[in-house]
């Protein structure tokens, strides 16, 4: 057991702050926070960045233009871009999902046609799996594919689809054999975003924002060489898609709530125009040192599942708890971020404190319970799956 | 980075937890637990033979020269088989003080397996001509262990350690009625006691501060075991027990209890293993480290403890079922040196006013 970076992580951590440092915007640390999506732009021009340096799928294999660095660089890169406010690679749902999945399911063609672009940001995915009557239950499915030669054509709705308004392919989960039902019949496509009859409408959400989309179907021929995995065998592919949502999540999640965590401790030590600090207060001093246990917590309970990771190619099953109890504590900690700001809490957009950064966490917040997998159907999978309770269904 | 135990450690994990098992399962444990003294003399003996006593103690002052790591895990097996013994009192309080004295006699009696230890806190004792005055309030164990290691002037630029030979003369302790009849509290009444000087300023401050961060870091690990015996208690009753037509675990009512209880034990395990590699590197956080790891392992033991006992229903409401011993303990390491809230007011000094 030993805390410490290797000599390796140590170089690589180095390395990766000095070229953070040289790379961000000038002024990126004094910058005041902002609500609402990031600027697609900068992600874009980001992601160039990080691909030309090489730290876009650090741990992809060499041979698909990855870095084939070990799994402690990566989390090293998610903690060390957290700390650094970096912005995040545009193509989230390529890199942690599309991208992986066509490397362990894709044909030659698929991968040497998506896997470069995804790394550099040409080429951005969203994600084509809930549906209107398919949320935890994705087995429902009802989006249909139907063998049309040597086409699918498509048609239903899916929803929850964050990146749809700019991407240009989509994983997509539909059902090829009529009549199946449940894990069976399904195949999983790649989609072309700018075919004919894909049509994507914002959803908006309770922050006002519509950082989600609906994508609605009608006619839309897929050529069958853009099928992931074998027809009929797409829920293993999906499977393979949901595994990789949740590797190394729990870095990502953690580095972003030591963020807010360093931003709310600020805030709590800011005083008031009476002079007075939010932060005297001997309960919300409470709540901000839970808060900060357990995000020492969270982050070594990642370490521990990572130790697995790299020791065994399995993650340790204690790894099962951090997106769960991320978003529960996530909630709390923008819920006191409001109770630290005071009255001025309901003052958001132009006249809120960072122009309403915290109304905006906080509510964005309540999704977080919702979104990769309810909190209902995380505590099912850790009561039977780890722990060994019987089934529910 | 590598957050795993070695394959010795896995050992020693084993050994231990196969040692409770067969020597002190729980029902021999609540047997004990429900007379005097509390806890068998004998198994002390045995605990020393396979190594419990003295792990992190370098080898050239006769100890194994192994880590507190090593230690961690005899402290989380110790807490999960809820062994009654002043293994806590002896090891994680005593023995960093022993070993910083010069003279040896006293931590080889102890490594040797001959006399056991505890340590009193924030007794205002006050010292005259080697003889003590005060009252050491609540001292674990104190009416089973032999030496008593108790601090005269704490909280001055003068602390010393003394020590008293509590197996020469009982009289001056007083058994308390406590909660947890595993882990007995005692007081010791000093009145012109005669006591032998340990340690004197110049060592003391620091060998108390480790002390004291053992404990901590010892009752984190104590209190994993102890959830994780909660857990394992309310899923295998979940998965046997049967009320209309199915096992209670299928319902989510109670899954989603058991699986909160798991998500809760896990995050305090992973403090509680950080914390005592920062104890046994010596690391900078390690104070840090323990505060976060004592507060989230003694919550997650009561919390485990608790829903346990809904879990199973009236039986776990019962004295006969053990569950009541594992949540006494629980609240024994929520109590001690400082109660969850008091070490996160520590670590809110650290983030909001340095």
Redesign the interface.
């Known amino acids: 057991?030993?805390?410490?970076?290797?000599p390796d992580?140590a170089s690589f951590r180095a390395e990766l702050r000095a070229w953070l440092a040289e790379n961000l915007p000038v002024g990126w640390a004094d910058r005041a926070p902002e609500a609402g999506r990031g600027d697609e732009d900068l992600s874009r021009e980001w992601s160039r960045k990080l691909h030309a340096a090489g730290y876009a799928g650090l741990t992809w294999p060499k041979e698909y233009g990855g870095g084939g660095a070990p799994y402690?660089h990566q989390?090293i890169f998610l903690e060390e871009t957290a700390r650094a406010d970096a912005p995040t690679h545009i193509g989230v749902i390529g890199l942690g999902m599309a991208g992986p999945t066509i490397i362990v399911h894709g044909t030659d063609a698929q991968k040497a046609q998506h896997l470069e672009r995804i790394l550099s940001g040409e080429t951005v995915f969203c994600q084509g799996f809930s549906e209107p009557g398919a949320g935890s239950d994705l087995a429902s499915v009802r989006t249909r594919a139907d063998l049309d030669g040597d086409h699918f054509v498509v048609n239903g709705q899916k929803v929850w689809s964050s990146y749809a308004h700019i991407a240009d392919w989509c994983i997509l989960v539909t059902r090829s054999e009529p009549g199946s039902e449940k894990h069976r019949g399904l195949t999983y496509l790649l989609v072309d975003m700018h075919s004919p009859g894909v049509e994507v409408r914002p959803l908006r959400q309770i922050t006002g924002d519509p950082e989600f989309n609906e994508i609605f179907f009608t006619d839309v021929r897929v050529p069958v060489e853009n099928v992931l995995g074998e027809v009929g065998g797409g829920w293993g592919v999906a499977m393979t898609t949901l595994l990789h949502e949740r590797g190394t999540l729990g870095f990502a999640l953690t580095a972003r709530l030591e963020v807010l965590l360093t931003k709310i401790?600020a805030l709590?030590?800011t005083p008031d125009e009476a002079g007075r600090?939010p932060?005297?207060d001997?309960v919300l001093?409470?709540r901000?040192?839970?808060h900060?246990?357990?995000l020492?917590?969270?982050?070594?309970?990642n370490?521990?599942s990572?130790?697995?990771l790299v020791?065994t190619g399995v993650p340790g099953p204690?790894g099962s708890?951090a997106k769960?109890?991320w978003s529960e504590s996530n909630q709390r900690l923008t819920s006191l971020a409001l109770e630290l700001i005071g009255p001025a809490a309901q003052l958001d957009g132009a006249e809120g404190v960072w122009s309403g950064f915290w109304q905006y966490q906080q509510l964005r917040s309540r999704g977080n319970t919702i979104e990769a997998g309810t909190s209902?159907i995380l505590?099912?999978i850790?009561?039977?799956r780890?722990?060994?309770?019987?089934?529910?269904r | 980075m590598d957050f795993a135990f070695s394959d010795e450690q896995q050992m020693l994990r084993a050994a231990t937890r196969d040692f409770l098992a067969a020597r002190l399962p729980v029902e021999r444990v609540a047997e004990l637990a429900d007379a005097d003294p509390g806890w068998d003399p004998a198994s002390w003996r045995q605990v020393v033979d396979l190594g419990w006593v003295g792990l992190s103690i370098a080898e050239d002052r006769g100890g194994a020269g192994m880590t507190f790591v090593d230690e961690a895990v005899v402290f989380e097996e110790a807490g999960r088989g809820l062994y009654p013994g002043p293994l806590f009192s002896t090891v994680a309080l005593a023995l960093p003080l022993l070993d910083a004295a010069e003279d040896r006699a006293p931590l080889g009696a102890v490594l040797a397996g001959d006399r056991t230890a505890t340590v009193g806190r924030g007794a205002g004792v006050t010292v005259d001509g080697g003889r003590l005055t005060g009252t050491a309030r609540l001292v674990p164990d104190a009416a089973i262990a032999d030496d008593l290691l108790v601090v005269s002037d704490e909280g001055t630029d003068n602390p010393a350690v003394w020590r008293v030979d509590l197996a020469a003369d009982r009289s001056v302790v007083r058994p308390c009625s406590t909660m947890d009849r595993t882990r007995r509290y005692g007081d010791v009444v000093l009145d012109g006691t005669p006591a032998t000087s340990l340690l004197t300023a110049d060592r003391a401050a620091d060998a108390l501060a480790v002390s004291r961060l053992r404990g901590q870091a010892a009752l984190a690990c104590e209190a994993v075991g102890v959830a994780q015996r909660c857990l394992d208690i309310a899923a295998e009753h979940a998965t046997q027990r049967h009320q209309f037509g199915r096992p209670i675990g299928s319902y989510q009512g109670v899954s989603h209890r058991v699986a909160n209880i798991y998500v809760s034990l896990e995050l305090a395990r992973s403090l509680a293993y950080w914390a005592a590699w920062c104890v046994s590197v010596g690391d900078e956080q390690a104070e840090s480290a323990c505060a976060a790891a004592k507060s989230a392992g003694a919550e997650a033991a009561v919390f485990a403890a608790e829903n346990a006992i809904q879990a199973m229903g009236g039986i776990g409401f019962t004295w006969d079922h053990p569950l009541h011993r594992f949540y006494k303990r629980a609240q024994w390491i929520a109590s001690y040196d400082g109660f969850p809230r008091e070490h996160r007011a520590r670590l809110a000094a650290a983030l909001l006013d340095a």
């Open positions: 057991m030993d805390f410490r970076d290797s992580e402690p989390a401790i709590a030590r600090r932060g005297d001997p001093r409470d901000i040192a839970q900060w246990v357990e020492q917590a969270l982050r070594f309970t370490y521990r990572l130790t697995s020791k204690e708890v769960l109890h209902e505590r099912n850790i009561a039977e780890v722990v060994g309770l019987p089934k529910s």
